[in-house]
């Protein structure tokens, strides 16, 4: 089957006995109250509530079909991908759409001189009392509290619009889902980093669970690879050769970084103990957005700053890295900050506006509720404007960080994806860490052991891994007494062995987006040869039904794996060993990045999105058939062979990977 239509809200016609009300349907509906959530009282009639309309952009249904057009190796358009203008042009939002809206919003007595169309194109935004609200939607806002946060929303049970509109909307805010600020493993904000760490030494602990891996000179051998993973262990695992000294400048890795900041004497340290090629003061070409700066000094550096780079750099050098370091402070480090999405500040900056000349693309999708708005008027807040359009994209941008599903409205997570669509339209290639927590969410979001439901039993897929334009890398790792000769397994690290918390690679089903069809096979192969013993449910309009744990017809994930284990760095001065996907994503973008260097050499392309090619020729892959991701009171899913939604399809086998897009136009 094909990708569909995103079905992502409840729709259904509204018995309303108000005037007009044949006309008007339920627009978004909310089936389920987290336990969480308290409802209070319901909103004065006269305060004011900022109402923002997000409207729909054009062609979007045809957004899949176009990304296969380019990215599938069967297709005669393989690898010719499209300009940016190309891109706008075909998806910006039409003036029908934004007269029809407009023009409902003027019939119902909204003042035109009150609404303001957004300079991005995709708000329609005004000001109007609760009261103005509520007749203008059919529905009534209430004021909810978070009980473990004491976070204060407003929110409304469902609303509704005329039926002429509802193809021309989006979503409305304030609305249906609630999200609170929680803290998501060692952050305070919904998109997290993952990844853990054991500190050698005097540094910041992440978990403290301290292990002594042995000197230095032992830990750089390939014998010693099942006690820590170093740049020769990765290069044997995955038979990546010394690089050629080639590095064409139109084809450094893109790296995203918020909250987490490098050290440069990080840096150093592990260049001088284990990359002595890798001259001193190596760092990253910075393309900072909306106020962030790096790097810190070292007692400041983050783990996951310095364990991208730290992989990466072997991999690839001298080809160079990107950093994309987005944010100020306010928004990226302040665990009371009121932006509770993500990435859509990073997007801004790539893709830019329809009202800034030359800028490609003219709808980001960002929400004026969810996501950072700049200027940022907290007193250490960046004071420009909200930067669009001021950088190239990369060739391939890895990932570490990320959410839940649950956590974001359904809405929110479409429009964000369809900027992946997009970027993959160009030939840029997105990977995502899978997430640390098997099946569940981590423990705290959502419930104590961060899985769904009543009964806090149902799995809970990740954001915005789900989105099918993405490639998700979950993590494997050389076991204790194996060698990197041997195949790996999948992470399954229980609590205290060695981290504080449990580790396995994030897998499962999607509840917004269904199967593409470019892992259809996969997945359905999956199901016959090693069907899992529990119960499941079709679709998010039958969420739980039944007692069904996972979505049965939803997109799987990951997509490939790559080691994720007691990897060796540096890290405020001191050797750590530290896991999660978020080692194993640098490690599969860098092996891209270097395929995308040897076809920039022969005169071909980028490689763009990779998931079409990859699930056609799982052959150029290491088939992974051993370990599982736990979660919910289950032993999760297991890796078996073929694609899994542990593993994917595999780790990279670069002399095989390499063979299959060279031979692609």
Avoid at 160 to 186: C, F, M, N, S
Avoid at 214 to 228: F, R, V, Y
Avoid at 519 to 538: C, G, H, I, L, R
Wanted: with cysteine; charged share 20%; proline share 9%.
């Amino acid at each position: 089957m094909r990708l569909k239509a995103f079905a992502v809200v409840v729709f259904a016609a509204s018995s309303c006995a108000a005037p007009h009300a044949a006309t008007r349907t339920i627009h978004e509906k909310r089936d389920y109250t987290p336990s969480d959530w308290v409802k209070l009282d319901r909103i004065s009639a006269a305060a004011t509530i900022p109402v923002r309309v997000g409207l729909t952009q054009s062609n979007l249904e045809r957004g899949y079909d176009f990304l296969m057009d380019v990215s599938h190796p069967a297709s005669t358009n393989y690898a010719k991908h499209w300009t940016a203008e190309e891109v706008a042009d075909m998806f910006a939002p039409s003036d029908e759409t934004v007269a029809t809206v407009r023009e409902w919003l003027i019939d119902s007595g909204i003042p035109a001189e009150r609404i303001t169309h957004s300079d991005n194109k995709g708000w329609l935004a005004f000001d109007v009392s609760a009261q103005e609200a509520e007749n203008l939607l059919h529905t009534e806002y209430y004021v909810y509290e978070h009980t473990s946060y004491g976070h204060i929303e407003t929110a409304c049970d469902q609303y509704q619009v005329p039926k002429h509109v509802q193809e021309h909307i989006d979503y409305i805010t304030p609305g249906v889902r609630l999200a609170a600020p929680v803290k998501r493993g060692h952050s305070q904000r919904d998109k997290s980093k993952r990844g853990f760490g054991m500190t050698m030494g005097d540094g910041i602990p992440a978990p403290p669970k301290s292990r002594t891996p042995g000197p230095i000179k032992l830990l750089n051998e390939l014998e010693s690879c099942d006690i820590a993973i170093t740049p020769i262990c990765v290069a044997a695992l995955y038979e990546v050769p010394p690089t050629l000294g080639q590095a064409d400048p139109s084809n450094s890795l893109g790296i995203f970084e918020e909250g987490d900041f490098y050290a440069q004497k990080d840096l150093n340290l592990f260049f001088a103990n284990f990359t002595p090629y890798i001259p001193k003061g190596t760092h990253p070409i910075p393309a900072f957005i909306d106020g962030a700066e790096a790097p810190v000094p070292v007692k400041d550096a983050g783990g996951e700053s310095d364990l991208d780079f730290q992989l990466a750099y072997p991999l690839i050098y001298p080809q160079t890295i990107t950093l994309y370091q987005t944010d100020d402070l306010n928004f990226a480090t302040n665990p009371n900050s009121t932006s509770l999405g993500g990435f859509n500040t990073f997007l801004d900056a790539l893709d830019g506006v329809s009202t800034i000349p030359s800028k490609p693309f003219g709808e980001t999708g960002d929400d004026p509720v969810l996501d950072p708005t700049y200027p940022d008027p907290a007193p250490d807040g960046y004071k420009g404007q909200l930067q669009c359009g001021v950088y190239k994209p990369t060739n391939v941008i890895s990932v570490s960080y990320g959410g839940q599903e649950f956590d974001l409205p359904a809405y929110y997570q479409e429009r964000q994806c369809n900027e992946f669509m997009k970027l993959g339209l160009q030939g840029h290639s997105i990977f995502y860490a899978s997430g640390d927590d098997g099946v569940a969410g981590p423990p705290g979001d959502d419930s104590k052991n961060g899985c769904l439901g009543k009964n806090h039993n149902i799995f809970s897929p990740a954001w915005p891994n789900s989105c099918p334009y993405l490639t998700n890398v979950g993590a494997t790792k050389v076991y204790p007494n194996k060698t990197v000769f041997e195949p790996e397994c999948a992470v399954v690290d229980p609590i205290n062995e060695p981290y504080s918390v449990a580790f396995s690679s994030g897998g499962g089903f999607s509840n917004i987006y269904p199967i593409p069809s470019y892992q259809a096979d996969a997945v359905a192969k999956f199901f016959a040869d090693y069907n899992p013993p529990y119960k499941y449910y079709s679709g998010n309009a039958s969420f739980g039904k039944n007692g069904g744990v996972y979505n049965r017809i939803g997109r799987g994930y990951p997509d490939v794996a790559a080691n994720g284990d007691n990897i060796a760095v540096y890290n405020a001065g001191n050797f750590t060993l530290e896991g999660g996907t978020s080692a194993s994503t640098p490690i599969f973008s860098s092996i891209v990045n270097r395929i995308n260097e040897e076809r920039l050499q022969i005169g071909k392309k980028p490689i763009g999105f990779v998931n079409p090619a990859l699930y056609s020729h799982p052959e150029v892959l290491n088939d992974i058939t051993c370990g599982s991701n736990p979660g919910c009171g289950t032993n999760g899913f297991e890796a078996v062979p073929g694609w899994d939604p542990v593993s994917g399809l595999g780790t990279p086998n670069f002399p095989r990977m390499l063979a299959l897009f060279l031979s692609l136009p």
